[in-house]
């Protein structure tokens, strides 16, 4: 089964990779197929905004998987402007950033917010197979229950694409998201709410592509 995912963030094909691994899967990415245009993300929800790249998308391939995400700060009410919300990368307005420029703006929020804050994210997935879209997104008490602090000091490794790993600390052990030697997608010492998510996340990924539990494909 070949899968386009809707993205150039090399951090967010590890993540699928590493999700469906081991079931005969192999991706490729916008840039492997040379997919300039982008949608334009008009979405209330990160759910809304992953349906509507995968539906985009969904022109070029037959099996997709998209993908977008909204950061909150626990202790600022959702209409607060410094709240990031979906606009990751475009904080308040402003032009795109690059990783680093995000790291930047980040480290002189949360400083201007005391040097630590409890964050927590919410992911919506979007799968379209063959004209048809499936979604999926954690509704936000229960993604709380996996938020961590986002601090004012960067660590010196970096996750290309995810560069506020390098501010995000474990709220247990205190460790950088980016000293996990395995991945990029939480501390290898996950609790039982990541591990939870993860299962359901799978589960639905299986079940929109039209996987069997066997690994083999259906399509």
């Not at 063959?130 to 509704?139: A, N, Q, R």
């Not at 039982?192 to 799978?202: F, G, H, M, N, S």
Request: aromatic letters at 10%; proline letters at 4%.
């Amino acid at each position: 089964m070949k899968i386009l995912i809707g993205t150039t963030n090399p951090s967010k094909v590890e993540r699928f990779e590493e999700l469906l691994g081991g079931s005969h899967v192999e991706f490729c990415t916008l840039s492997d197929l040379g997919i300039m245009d982008e949608p334009e993300e008009k979405g209330r929800t990160p759910e809304e905004n992953a349906a509507i790249k995968a539906e985009f998308y969904g022109q070029f391939f037959d099996l997709v998987i998209c993908n977008d995400s909204g950061l909150y700060f626990e202790t600022l009410p959702l209409e607060d402007e410094r709240q990031p919300g979906l606009d990751i990368r475009s904080p308040g307005g402003c032009d795109r950033l690059n990783d680093e420029e995000m790291i930047a703006y980040y480290t002189e929020l949360v400083k201007s917010l005391g040097g630590k804050i409890l964050a927590y994210y919410l992911d919506g997935i979007a799968v379209y197979n063959h004209g048809k879209i499936f979604s999926y997104m954690e509704d936000r008490e229960s993604r709380k229950e996996s938020a961590f602090y986002m601090i004012d000091r960067a660590a010196d490794k970096r996750h290309p694409g995810w560069p506020l790993d390098s501010l995000s600390v474990d709220r247990h052990t205190g460790a950088y998201f980016v000293d996990d030697e395995n991945n990029g997608f939480g501390m290898e010492e996950e609790d039982e709410a990541d591990i939870a998510y993860r299962k359901r996340l799978v589960s639905f990924l299986k079940d929109a592509l039209g996987m069997h539990e066997t690994g083999k494909d259906s399509i």
